[in-house]
């Protein structure tokens, strides 16, 4: 039988969709002539946030700002590892204003080693902190010389991987960390990386769950993990039975109106790590 995993505290930011939209396309999943239920969109964030809660997590919210429909993904705007924070560059020029809402948000809350980027750096979209290193994706929206800024700024060993899926164009879209420390342990959709990176993915993280297409495809691999219980997708069920075969708990979600951006969990959580 086994041992029960432990969960641990989190402290998430998020910024509810109160403008959210499908205005224009920066990645594939985006469709301007597809409506989107504001309210339904609404309602699912809401519950997302009530599950962390429930979890007994911390969760703190952004004053979300109107003309900017994809401020709702909140973890695109920073990366936070022991009170640094490395802000955020976008590529697309309809986002870019995002980053300068979520600096100020930092500064009134008293971060004082704040850094932006000189780089395109879409933040904790591109980077994920197995508690050891900070996997760190680019192909698509980060530039990879953003990597070796945010070891510096972060003062953390960076390791590269490149994406060559459109589909998932950021790296929280194709994998995301299971358990934090020593012994991480991560989830990931092989066919979203070149071949050199699944290579390194196979080396460092030889117990991995690797997530079947039918998951990836419903951005299943959006997900948010606090080391027990796991947050997904509601159609990612494939993944969710690997994951409870593992001895994780998945909590499935619907996010259908939020993925209509590309969207899903984690996209909506930025985690302030300790």
């Known amino acids: 039988m086994l041992a029960p995993l432990q969960a641990t505290t989190r402290h998430y930011v998020m910024c509810t969709p109160k403008y959210f939209t499908v205005a224009y396309s920066i990645n594939p999943w985006m469709d301007p002539g597809t409506p989107v239920d504001a309210d339904l969109a609404m309602a699912q964030w809401e519950a997302l946030k009530r599950t962390y809660e429930r979890l007994g997590h911390v969760v703190e919210v952004v004053e979300p700002q109107p003309g900017l429909p994809d401020m709702v993904f909140a973890a695109n705007s920073a990366t936070v590892i022991d009170d640094r924070v490395l802000g955020a560059r976008f ?44 996997l760190a994706g680019s192909g698509f929206r980060t530039d990879p010389e953003a990597h070796a800024e945010a070891q510096e700024v972060l003062g953390v060993p960076v390791v590269s991987l490149r994406l060559v899926d459109p589909r998932y164009y950021h790296l929280d879209t194709a994998l995301f960390v ?5 012994r991480a342990q991560i989830a990931y959709f092989p066919e979203a990386f070149s071949a050199g990176s699944r290579r390194v993915l196979e080396r460092m993280f030889p117990d991995a769950v690797i997530a079947e297409q039918a998951d990836a495809a419903c951005l299943g691999l ?26 994780y708990e998945p909590i499935l979600l619907d996010v259908s109106e939020l993925r209509k951006s590309g969207g899903g969990p984690k996209c909506c959580t930025m985690e302030l790590h300790a």
Not at 99 to 112: D, P
Not at 178 to 182: A, P, S
Not at 228 to 241: D, N, S
Request: proline residues 4%.
């Open 91 to 134: 590529r697309a020029p309809q986002r870019a204003a995002e980053a300068e809402h979520f600096r100020r948000w930092f500064v009134t809350r008293g971060y004082r080693n704040l850094v932006m980027p000189s780089r395109i750096n879409e933040a904790e979209g591109d980077f994920a902190w197995t508690g050891r290193v900070l």
């Open 178 to 182: 299971l358990e934090r420390g020593e």
């Open 222 to 247: 959006n997900g948010v993990s606090d080391g027990r219980h796991v947050v997904l997708p509601l159609e990612a069920t494939g993944l969710a039975a690997q994951l409870a075969g593992c001895g």
